[in-house]
């Protein structure tokens, strides 16, 4: 089991990740930096938002999960 802050942090340096390489892919095709930081920077803010509203729908769906069984003791 991770913590909340292991998640976190493998969360940020994924996106940093992510977002260099949309960066340099633009860059490279386009051969506009501003361009290529402007894709880096709009793609990364789309899909934070994006996979945030992704996390929520699926809190409202069940299917799937299992739920532990309590017993009193």
Do not use: C
């Not at 390489?21 to 930096?33: A, C, H, N, P």
């Not at 803010?45 to 532990?68: A, D, M, N, S």
């Amino acid at each position: 089991m991770e913590t909340h802050w292991r998640s976190v942090v493998k969360g940020i340096s994924w996106r940093i990740i992510a977002t260099f390489v949309t960066t340099v892919v633009v860059w490279l095709i386009s051969g506009e930096v501003s361009l290529a930081l402007f894709a880096g920077a709009s793609d990364s803010l789309v899909k934070i938002g994006l996979f945030w509203g992704h996390e929520r729908l699926w809190q409202r769906i069940t299917w799937g999960r299992v739920y532990p069984n309590v017993s009193s003791p």
